[in-house]
């Protein structure tokens, strides 16, 4: 028997899409038909063709300097996450966190620049203050997306700092690319986010980050609650539950601490 090529059933149109869809994920910036080409080595007309055909499936959407990931893009995500069972790892970390601090948990993973939450564990108090799974919302004034743009390297996170349109939702919104970016280099000094009182008034939110094997943060884990009951004086408190629990999930997914630290592929 002949051995054969794997790429002999390749078609080449296909490898295209499928290249086009991983770098726009990793430009994390709109890109243009003509950025699309030059990159690929295609006709600018083939790369809009491209494109044209992927807003029409729902997998990307045009905004006025190009075109981006669209919702579409999300739905294929949380079908990933389903079938790599990241939320049935992820669920009894944040049961236990939502038992221990008495407040809604949840997971949040990057998403078309914004922190997209992919689970949720309610609090056991009556009241709740929480979004629910597949909730977008904007990186700046959010615990976990604070925490997911935190630790991008340099030049993405700058890329998506400068592309946020900083919508005041509450007073102490964040409203300034300069304020964001030096809250992100406070997230890492810290180790933790807050959210506090930015996205909702009454609401605080803490999130923390989650790595996996090769120590990269692919994730964030966090805890909302009113206001009444999360006050600045639990803040040292709910950083501690929250960043066990994140090392926990870390651990999980095959992260491993350093003497010095850092992270580290497990043997």
């Known amino acids: 028997m002949t051995s054969t090529s794997p790429d002999r059933y390749n078609i080449p149109s296909v490898v295209k899409a499928c ?9 994390r910036t709109p ?39 669209g919702t579409g893009m999300l739905r294929l995500a949380l079908g990933v996450m389903d079938q790599l069972d990241v939320r049935k790892v992820a669920t009894p970390v944040l049961r236990q966190l939502s ?33 629910r799974p597949g909730a977008l919302v904007d990186p700046y004034c959010c615990a976990t997306g604070k925490v997911l743009l935190a630790h991008l390297p340099p030049d993405q996170q700058a890329a998506l700092v400068a ?14 690319a300069d304020a964001f970016t030096a809250e992100l280099s406070k997230v890492v000094s810290l180790g933790f ?7 909702i008034t ?40 929250v960043m066990d629990s994140a090392r926990q999930l870390s651990e999980l997914i095959g992260w491993r601490r350093t003497a010095d630290g850092t992270g580290a592929a497990p043997r």
């Open 202 to 241: 009454g609401a605080r939110c803490l999130a923390a980050p989650v790595r996996d094997a090769a120590g990269r943060v692919c994730a964030a884990v966090g805890i909302t609650a009113a206001a009444s009951r999360f006050t600045p004086m639990r803040t040292g408190d709910m950083a501690a539950l």
């Open 19 to 27: 290249q086009a869809l991983r770098l726009m994920a990793e430009e």
């Open 193 to 199: 986010a807050l959210d506090d009182e930015e996205f």
């Open 99 to 131: 038992e221990r601090s008495g407040e809604t948990s949840h997971l949040a993973v990057l998403a078309s620049g914004k922190s997209l939450l992919v689970e949720v564990v309610d609090s056991p108090n009556p009241l709740r203050v929480a979004s």
């Open 31 to 69: 890109i243009t038909p003509s950025g699309l080409a030059k990159q690929l080595t295609m006709s600018r007309t083939t790369a809009y063709r491209t494109l044209r055909t992927f807003v029409h499936e729902g997998l990307v959407e045009e905004v006025a300097d190009g075109y981006r990931l």
């Open 163 to 176: 592309s946020q349109v900083f919508t005041p939702r509450t007073p102490r919104t964040i409203v300034t």
